[in-house]
């Protein structure tokens, strides 16, 4: 009797693996939610950028200020450094 | 048959499991080392936390091969191995529907899930019946 519904269980998991989708919602919620979260960002829509300094892969320090004039695209990505 | 075939199954289980366990418990003393590069995309806290399973499975791997050489020892193992089989199955299926670990693992933790229910499933099917004693 228990191992039928030990069974049960485990072939009920396996089938919902099978059909379960992978959503974009992750763990702080969908995007709506994310930018509900930082209402002060959208004041910065449409302004300068601030000074900002990085350390690129060489340890060598950037500055936004150093770049303008040229074309510059800034990626953020979620670190996997947990 | 079935004997056999349990044996077989825990054993492989089991040193799979102790292989893993020495690989997460030292992967925690090669990261220590001043300037090392990590092997695991983690710092110190997931590291840490790799050692601790690293060590739980050396445990739990060394359970399901005394399993494999006593078949009435494996059968107390089994249903708490396929219990533990189908925890790590539904934390994948969450981490899966979620989506966070998707840029990272793919379809991986999916597949996992499978893999580790149909364990589940034999460590369930395979238990060793109790021993029959005469009086």
Not at chain 2, 25 to 43: D, K
Request: charged letters at 15%.
């Amino acid at each position: 009797m228990l191992r039928w519904l030990a069974t049960s269980a485990l072939v009920g998991l396996f089938v919902l693996n099978l059909w379960l989708p992978s959503s974009p919602l992750g763990r702080r919620g969908n995007e709506r939610t994310v930018r509900a979260h930082v209402p002060a960002a959208a004041a910065w829509l449409g302004q300068a950028l601030p000074d900002l300094a990085f350390e690129d892969l060489n340890g060598r320090v950037v500055r936004t200020a150093d770049l303008f004039g040229h074309p510059l695209l800034l990626v953020f990505e979620r670190s996997v450094d947990w | 048959m079935k004997a056999r075939a349990f044996r077989a199954l825990a054993g492989a289980t089991g040193l799979l499991f102790v292989a893993a366990g020495l690989a997460l418990f030292f992967t925690f003393f090669a990261y220590q080392r001043p300037g090392s590069e990590p092997a695991l995309p983690m710092g110190p806290l997931g590291h840490y936390f790799a050692a601790f399973a690293g060590c739980a499975l050396v445990g739990w791997g060394g359970a399901l091969l005394a399993g494999a050489r006593d078949l009435q020892a494996g059968r107390g193992i089994a249903p708490m191995t396929a219990l533990a089989l189908a925890g790590l199955a539904l934390y994948r299926m969450l981490g899966w529907f979620m989506g966070d670990y998707y840029a990272w693992a793919g379809e991986v933790l999916r597949y996992e899930a499978a893999l580790f229910l149909l364990l589940a499933l034999a460590f369930v099917w395979l238990r060793p019946a109790p021993e029959r004693r005469i009086a």
